[in-house]
Antibody
Framework: QVQLVQSGSELKKPGASVKVSCQASGYTFTSYNMNWVRQAPGQGLEWMGRINTDTGNPTYAQGFIGRFVFSLDTSVNTAYLQISSLKAEDTAVYYC?????????WGQGILVTVSS | DIVMTQSPDSLAVSLGERATINCKSSQSVLYNSNNKNYLAWYQQKPGQSPKLLIYWTSTRVSGVPDRFSGSGSGTDFSLTISSLQAEDVAVYYCQQYYSTPQTFGQGTKVEIK
């Protein structure tokens, strides 16, 4: 069965960096792109972008260009999201989601808290 | 970018009654070459990740109860829960995947009256 398992919650200080992971199982990892979706506290869903798991080519939504980097390690079927120069407003739950156009499977989410 | 607007923002419905959520896109999400509307619905229960309910406007995901149905075309869509159950309390989101960036509606919170 398809599963996306994300790494654990993170607490970081402003200005620090964080790298979170999303490990896929139950399907051929390189057959589907992986999306990243942000959900700020009490807010809705915001698409951050996706990474082509076959080529490694990322696509970033406006607002997520510069400090956000998507990467892969296909040897362990894992996608990564790195955020640098963290700000308080980056505090959110970050989800990975498999891409079939629509997002058919989601990870459990990672809470990243940015606080001094 | 295609803007997705849901209405209402919240609704309270009695158990067993019908709940209808509307979703309007700022431009058509109908792809003429295959006559498909690139519109999906998600359910997010408190403390959980979103779950895909419906795609291609009206195709239910396997295992989703048939009290959930989707309809619409072009720019106007709806999700109907025909007989609300306690386990349906959640926030529901529509999403267009016609063009990048894929965009979500702001969400509709469904509660029990």
């Amino acid at each position: 069965q398809v599963q996306l398992v994300q790494s654990g919650s993170e607490l970081k200080k402003p200005g620090a960096s964080v790298k979170v992971s999303c490990q896929a199982s139950g399907y051929t990892f390189t057959s589907y792109n992986m999306n990243w979706v942000r959900q700020a506290p009490g807010q809705g869903l915001e698409w951050m972008g996706r990474i082509n798991t076959d080529t490694g080519n990322p696509t970033y939504a406006q607002g997520f260009i510069g400090r956000f980097v998507f990467s892969l390690d296909t040897s362990v079927n894992t996608a990564y999201l790195q955020i640098s120069s963290l700000k308080a407003e980056d505090t959110a739950v970050y989800y990975c989601a498999r891409d079939k156009g629509y997002f058919d499977f989601w990870g459990q989410g990672i809470l990243v808290t940015v606080s001094s | 970018d295609i803007v997705m607007t849901q209405s209402p923002d919240s609704l309270a419905v009695s158990l067993g009654e019908r709940a209808t959520i509307n979703c309007k896109s700022s431009q058509s999400v109908l792809y003429n070459s295959n006559n498909k509307n690139y519109l999906a619905w998600y359910q997010q229960k408190p403390g959980q990740s979103p779950k895909l309910l419906i795609y291609w406007t009206s195709t239910r995901v396997s295992g989703v109860p048939d009290r959930f149905s989707g309809s619409g075309s072009g720019t106007d869509f709806s999700l109907t829960i025909s007989s609300l159950q306690a386990e349906d309390v959640a926030v529901y989101y529509c999403q267009q995947y016609y063009s990048t960036p894929q965009t979500f509606g702001q969400g509709t919170k469904v509660e029990i009256k």
